[in-house]
Protein backbone atom coordinates (compact mmCIF):
# COMPACT_ATOMS: atom_id res chain seq x y z
CA UNK A 1 0.00 0.00 0.00
CA UNK A 2 0.85 3.59 -0.40
CA UNK A 3 2.22 5.94 2.85
CA UNK A 4 -1.81 6.29 3.62
CA UNK A 5 -3.31 3.23 2.91
CA UNK A 6 -4.91 4.51 -0.23
CA UNK A 7 -5.78 2.67 -3.69
CA UNK A 8 -7.25 4.67 -6.82
CA UNK A 9 -8.50 2.42 -9.53
CA UNK A 10 -8.12 4.48 -12.93
CA UNK A 11 -9.59 5.07 -16.36
CA UNK A 12 -12.58 2.05 -14.93
CA UNK A 13 -15.88 2.12 -16.66
CA UNK A 14 -18.08 2.07 -13.24
CA UNK A 15 -21.45 1.22 -12.99
CA UNK A 16 -23.25 2.17 -10.33
CA UNK A 17 -27.03 2.04 -9.49
CA UNK A 18 -28.17 4.71 -11.54
CA UNK A 19 -25.69 5.16 -14.03
CA UNK A 20 -22.71 3.88 -15.96
CA UNK A 21 -19.85 6.36 -16.09
CA UNK A 22 -16.86 6.01 -18.23
CA UNK A 23 -12.93 6.64 -17.82
CA UNK A 24 -13.54 7.81 -13.85
CA UNK A 25 -11.56 6.71 -10.69
CA UNK A 26 -12.17 5.44 -7.46
CA UNK A 27 -10.26 5.94 -4.56
CA UNK A 28 -9.84 3.36 -1.52
CA UNK A 29 -8.59 3.55 1.70
CA UNK A 30 -8.90 1.32 4.65
CA UNK A 31 -11.80 -0.39 2.17
CA UNK A 32 -13.93 2.50 1.99
CA UNK A 33 -14.82 4.47 -0.99
CA UNK A 34 -13.48 7.49 -0.27
CA UNK A 35 -13.92 9.41 -3.71
CA UNK A 36 -15.22 8.69 -7.29
CA UNK A 37 -14.92 10.93 -10.02
CA UNK A 38 -14.12 11.95 -13.53
CA UNK A 39 -10.58 11.75 -14.76
CA UNK A 40 -7.29 13.07 -14.24
CA UNK A 41 -7.31 11.63 -10.69
CA UNK A 42 -6.38 14.50 -7.78
CA UNK A 43 -2.97 14.18 -7.25
CA UNK A 44 -3.76 15.32 -3.02
CA UNK A 45 -4.11 11.10 -1.96
CA UNK A 46 -0.32 9.87 -2.63
CA UNK A 47 -1.96 6.19 -3.57
CA UNK A 48 -0.91 2.81 -5.28
CA UNK A 49 -2.46 3.09 -8.76
CA UNK A 50 -4.10 0.37 -10.90
CA UNK A 51 -4.96 1.14 -14.56
CA UNK A 52 -8.28 -0.56 -15.31
CA UNK A 53 -8.96 -0.21 -18.79
CA UNK A 54 -11.27 -2.09 -20.74
CA UNK A 55 -12.17 -3.20 -17.22
CA UNK A 56 -15.77 -2.80 -15.97
CA UNK A 57 -16.33 -2.29 -11.84
CA UNK A 58 -19.59 -2.53 -10.42
CA UNK A 59 -21.02 -2.97 -6.86
CA UNK A 60 -20.49 -5.88 -4.61
CA UNK A 61 -24.14 -6.58 -3.88
CA UNK A 62 -25.14 -7.99 -7.40
CA UNK A 63 -25.71 -11.62 -7.57
CA UNK A 64 -24.89 -12.88 -10.83
CA UNK A 65 -25.01 -16.75 -10.66
CA UNK A 66 -27.87 -19.02 -9.39
CA UNK A 67 -27.50 -22.83 -8.28
CA UNK A 68 -30.96 -24.09 -8.62
CA UNK A 69 -34.48 -23.04 -7.82
CA UNK A 70 -37.76 -25.57 -6.91
CA UNK A 71 -35.37 -28.39 -6.32
CA UNK A 72 -33.89 -28.22 -10.08
CA UNK A 73 -30.03 -28.56 -10.24
CA UNK A 74 -28.53 -25.61 -12.97
CA UNK A 75 -25.28 -27.26 -12.38
CA UNK A 76 -25.71 -30.32 -13.69
CA UNK A 77 -26.82 -29.61 -17.62
CA UNK A 78 -29.74 -31.35 -17.54
CA UNK A 79 -32.70 -29.98 -19.89
CA UNK A 80 -34.98 -28.10 -18.55
CA UNK A 81 -37.97 -30.32 -16.81
CA UNK A 82 -41.91 -29.85 -17.80
Do not use: C, Q
Not at 10 to 16: G, M, N, Q, V
Not at 45 to 62: M, Q, T
Amino acid sequence: MSRNGSLVFRHAKIYTPHEVINDDYIVVRNDIIIDLGREPVKEEFGFREFNLKGYIVGPRFIGTHIHGIYGYDTMNGEPNHS
